[in-house]
């Protein structure tokens, strides 16, 4: 619990500190995305597969911080960073630095309790984080698209 509290703090803390490339309504849109996406995948992979979880098997509310803290801070800085004026080499080294960095805080997350596996391996995170990643660009464009 004290790694996820602390790990909580500092990504909101980098998260308010660092210099906004978007605007707020789209870090807004961007945060919400990662909710509910964040959401949608733990209801599915966690409570009707149980191949990952947090504490325990079943909901426990501390369980929710990830998905309300960790989620959206990512999301935000992913997005407010990305490359997007850069070659197509440039973007794919960004989604791979970001993977690794999500599979990285997974395994600590894992090692400090508050996360589990299952059926769940970490190659299957490693592939898909990045289509996770692709989401987000995709919402975002979207999100760009029809609100000019």
Excluded at 24 to 30: F, K, L, P
Excluded at 95 to 111: A, D, G, P, V
Aim: a positive charge; charged letters at 10%; hydrophobic letters at 50%.
């Amino acid at each position: 619990m004290t790694f996820l509290l602390i790990s909580a703090v500092i990504f909101i803390t980098i998260t308010i500190l660092v210099p906004k490339k978007i605007k707020r309504s789209e870090i807004y849109a961007v945060a919400l995305f990662s909710i509910v996406l964040g959401f949608t995948t733990d209801i599915t992979l966690d409570l009707k597969y149980n191949w990952y979880g947090y504490f325990e098997p079943g909901v426990q509310y501390p369980g929710f911080l990830p998905i309300l803290f960790h989620f959206p801070t990512t999301g935000i800085l992913f997005i407010n960073f990305f490359p997007f004026k850069r070659n197509l080499i440039q973007r794919i080294f960004y989604i791979t630095f970001w993977t690794m960095f999500c599979l990285t805080f997974e395994y600590l997350s894992i090692k400090s309790g508050y996360f589990y596996h299952n059926e769940w391996k970490f190659s299957y995170s490693a592939l898909v984080y990045p289509f996770l990643f692709w989401l987000h660009l995709l919402h975002f464009n979207f999100y760009k698209k029809y609100t000019g």
